[in-house]
Nanobody
Framework: QVQLVESGGGLVQAGGSLRLACAAS????????MGWYRQAPGKQRELVAT???????NYADSVKGRFTISRDNAKNTVYLQMNSLKPEDTAVYYC????????????????WGQGTQVTVSS
């Protein structure tokens, strides 16, 4: 099995910055892609940013130019640097991993972290 553990959430004033981290652990054979999603109260979960094994990135229009996703392959960790935060960025942020495991057989699955709260005050 695979565990994704997020950290770095918290309360920040508008215009401030936060850095989220998500570490993957378990019987990992390879990490194909990782990403961040968020869900605000009363809204559907939405994509924030993704990064492939090769380093290609994709961002939601609402965060382009403010957020940066990166990964440390040696540590199986993905980061989300969030700058110029706005109150509308307030949400629970979830880490997602497209991961191939090799515990018994080789198997590719999608995994989610437990989420970390980000609150931006105006």
């Amino acid at each position: 099995q695979v565990q994704l553990v997020e950290s770095g959430g918290g309360l920040v004033q508008a215009g401030g910055s936060l850095r989220l981290a998500c570490a993957a652990s378990g019987y990992i054979f390879s990490i194909n892609a990782m990403g961040w999603y968020r869900q605000a109260p009363g809204k559907q979960r939405e994509l924030v940013a993704t990064i492939t094994n090769g380093g290609s990135t994709n961002y939601a229009d609402s965060v382009k130019g403010r957020f940066t996703i990166s990964r440390d392959n040696a540590k199986n960790t993905v980061y989300l640097q969030m700058n110029s935060l706005k109150p509308e960025d307030t949400a629970v942020y979830y880490c997602n991993g497209d991961i191939t495991t090799a515990a018994v057989t080789i198997r590719r699955s999608n995994y989610w972290g437990q989420g970390t709260q980000v609150t931006v005050s105006s």
